[in-house]
Protein backbone atom coordinates (compact mmCIF):
# COMPACT_ATOMS: atom_id res chain seq x y z
CA UNK A 1 0.00 0.00 0.00
CA UNK A 2 1.60 3.46 -0.85
CA UNK A 3 0.43 6.48 0.70
CA UNK A 4 0.74 9.99 -0.06
CA UNK A 5 0.29 13.65 0.72
CA UNK A 6 0.77 16.96 -1.56
CA UNK A 7 -0.45 20.37 -0.57
CA UNK A 8 -0.43 22.85 -3.58
CA UNK A 9 -1.27 26.53 -4.21
CA UNK A 10 -2.25 29.15 -1.94
CA UNK A 11 -5.71 30.79 -0.30
CA UNK A 12 -9.08 29.42 -1.22
CA UNK A 13 -8.39 27.39 -4.08
CA UNK A 14 -5.26 25.51 -2.55
CA UNK A 15 -5.20 21.91 -3.23
CA UNK A 16 -4.36 19.47 -0.30
CA UNK A 17 -5.04 15.60 -1.29
CA UNK A 18 -4.48 12.74 0.62
CA UNK A 19 -3.94 9.63 -1.22
CA UNK A 20 -3.79 5.31 -0.32
CA UNK A 21 -3.20 3.05 -3.47
CA UNK A 22 -3.32 -0.67 -2.78
CA UNK A 23 -4.33 -3.92 -4.47
CA UNK A 24 -8.04 -4.12 -4.92
CA UNK A 25 -8.32 -7.71 -3.35
CA UNK A 26 -6.09 -6.20 -0.46
CA UNK A 27 -7.10 -3.52 2.44
CA UNK A 28 -7.32 -0.64 0.43
CA UNK A 29 -9.48 -2.54 -1.72
CA UNK A 30 -11.82 -3.05 1.41
CA UNK A 31 -11.59 0.70 2.60
CA UNK A 32 -12.36 2.05 -1.07
CA UNK A 33 -16.18 -0.19 -0.87
CA UNK A 34 -16.60 0.32 2.15
CA UNK A 35 -16.36 4.27 2.08
CA UNK A 36 -18.49 4.13 -1.21
CA UNK A 37 -21.06 2.38 0.73
CA UNK A 38 -21.26 4.32 3.70
CA UNK A 39 -21.80 8.13 2.74
CA UNK A 40 -22.29 10.61 5.27
CA UNK A 41 -24.19 14.09 6.11
CA UNK A 42 -21.99 16.02 3.64
CA UNK A 43 -19.61 13.36 2.43
CA UNK A 44 -20.43 11.35 -0.43
CA UNK A 45 -17.71 9.35 -1.69
CA UNK A 46 -17.71 9.06 -5.70
CA UNK A 47 -15.76 7.82 -8.45
CA UNK A 48 -13.78 9.65 -10.40
CA UNK A 49 -14.27 10.48 -13.89
CA UNK A 50 -12.15 11.97 -16.85
CA UNK A 51 -15.48 12.30 -18.34
CA UNK A 52 -18.96 10.71 -17.17
CA UNK A 53 -18.77 6.84 -18.33
CA UNK A 54 -15.26 7.19 -18.46
CA UNK A 55 -13.18 5.99 -14.84
CA UNK A 56 -9.43 7.19 -14.57
CA UNK A 57 -7.71 3.97 -13.81
CA UNK A 58 -7.04 2.94 -10.98
CA UNK A 59 -10.48 3.11 -10.47
CA UNK A 60 -10.58 6.39 -7.81
CA UNK A 61 -12.54 7.14 -4.97
CA UNK A 62 -13.10 10.86 -4.47
CA UNK A 63 -13.96 11.57 -0.70
CA UNK A 64 -14.89 14.91 -0.39
CA UNK A 65 -12.85 16.40 3.56
CA UNK A 66 -14.99 19.50 3.60
CA UNK A 67 -18.68 19.05 4.15
CA UNK A 68 -20.47 20.14 1.06
CA UNK A 69 -21.57 24.12 1.95
CA UNK A 70 -23.70 25.22 -0.91
CA UNK A 71 -24.33 24.97 -4.21
CA UNK A 72 -20.86 26.56 -5.31
CA UNK A 73 -18.85 25.01 -3.10
CA UNK A 74 -20.43 21.04 -4.06
CA UNK A 75 -20.05 22.35 -7.84
CA UNK A 76 -16.17 23.00 -7.57
CA UNK A 77 -16.22 19.77 -5.90
CA UNK A 78 -17.81 17.40 -8.62
CA UNK A 79 -17.01 19.72 -11.30
CA UNK A 80 -12.86 21.11 -11.37
CA UNK A 81 -11.84 19.30 -8.02
CA UNK A 82 -12.98 16.10 -9.18
CA UNK A 83 -11.48 16.49 -13.28
CA UNK A 84 -8.56 17.77 -11.46
CA UNK A 85 -7.89 14.35 -9.53
CA UNK A 86 -8.67 12.55 -12.46
CA UNK A 87 -6.31 13.94 -14.58
CA UNK A 88 -3.69 13.95 -11.41
CA UNK A 89 -4.06 10.35 -11.52
CA UNK A 90 -3.77 9.60 -15.27
CA UNK A 91 -0.80 11.72 -15.01
CA UNK A 92 0.97 10.02 -12.77
CA UNK A 93 0.32 6.47 -14.71
CA UNK A 94 1.23 7.91 -17.86
CA UNK A 95 4.23 8.96 -16.28
CA UNK A 96 5.37 5.47 -14.87
CA UNK A 97 4.60 5.98 -11.32
CA UNK A 98 1.33 3.69 -11.00
CA UNK A 99 1.66 0.22 -12.67
CA UNK A 100 -1.00 -1.94 -13.19
CA UNK A 101 -3.53 0.28 -12.58
CA UNK A 102 -6.27 -2.44 -12.94
CA UNK A 103 -5.10 -4.13 -9.87
CA UNK A 104 -4.99 -1.42 -7.94
CA UNK A 105 -7.62 1.43 -6.07
CA UNK A 106 -6.82 4.54 -5.21
CA UNK A 107 -8.60 6.56 -2.35
CA UNK A 108 -7.92 10.41 -2.80
CA UNK A 109 -9.22 12.56 0.25
CA UNK A 110 -9.76 15.95 -1.00
CA UNK A 111 -10.08 19.54 0.95
CA UNK A 112 -11.75 21.72 -1.40
CA UNK A 113 -12.23 25.36 0.55
CA UNK A 114 -15.79 26.26 0.91
CA UNK A 115 -14.62 29.85 0.09
CA UNK A 116 -12.94 28.90 -3.28
CA UNK A 117 -14.20 30.76 -6.33
CA UNK A 118 -11.31 29.84 -9.62
CA UNK A 119 -13.16 27.12 -11.09
CA UNK A 120 -9.27 27.04 -13.05
CA UNK A 121 -6.78 27.47 -9.82
CA UNK A 122 -8.93 24.48 -8.29
CA UNK A 123 -8.70 21.94 -11.12
CA UNK A 124 -4.76 22.88 -11.64
CA UNK A 125 -3.78 22.39 -8.25
CA UNK A 126 -5.98 19.18 -7.42
CA UNK A 127 -4.13 17.64 -10.86
CA UNK A 128 -1.00 18.89 -9.76
CA UNK A 129 -1.71 17.75 -5.76
CA UNK A 130 -2.85 14.59 -6.79
CA UNK A 131 -0.27 13.32 -8.99
CA UNK A 132 2.41 14.96 -6.22
CA UNK A 133 0.34 12.94 -3.78
CA UNK A 134 1.38 9.41 -5.86
CA UNK A 135 4.88 10.71 -6.42
CA UNK A 136 5.29 10.73 -2.98
CA UNK A 137 3.81 7.39 -2.10
CA UNK A 138 5.40 5.96 -4.95
CA UNK A 139 8.58 6.90 -3.31
CA UNK A 140 8.03 6.79 -0.19
CA UNK A 141 8.28 10.36 0.80
CA UNK A 142 9.19 12.27 3.05
CA UNK A 143 11.99 10.67 4.14
CA UNK A 144 12.34 9.92 7.86
CA UNK A 145 15.50 12.54 8.14
CA UNK A 146 12.91 15.15 6.85
CA UNK A 147 10.29 14.84 9.44
CA UNK A 148 12.78 14.89 12.01
CA UNK A 149 14.48 18.06 10.68
CA UNK A 150 11.45 19.76 10.31
CA UNK A 151 9.75 18.42 13.98
CA UNK A 152 10.43 21.49 16.13
CA UNK A 153 9.37 24.02 13.46
CA UNK A 154 5.86 22.59 11.98
CA UNK A 155 4.26 25.30 9.89
CA UNK A 156 1.08 25.11 7.88
CA UNK A 157 -1.27 27.83 6.10
CA UNK A 158 -2.88 27.97 9.44
CA UNK A 159 -0.19 28.28 12.12
CA UNK A 160 3.17 28.52 12.57
CA UNK A 161 4.68 26.82 15.26
Same mark, same amino acid.
Given at each position: ? /?? *?? &??? +?? +????? %????????? &????? #??? !? #?????? &? /?? %????? $?????????????????? !? !?????? %????????? /????????????????????? @?????? $????????? @?? @????????? !???????? *??? +??? &??? @?????? %??????????
Amino acid at each position: M /QI *GE &SFV +GD +GAEAA %HVNTVLGAR &SGPAG #TAW !A #TALATP &S /QG %HAPFV $AVLRPGLPVKPMTLFVNK !A !AIAGAG %HGTLTWGPA /QAGVAAGVADAVAGGLVANPD @DLVLIA $AVWVNPEAK @DA @DAVYANNRR !ATREALEA *GAT +GKP &SLE @DVLAAR %HNPVNPFYTA
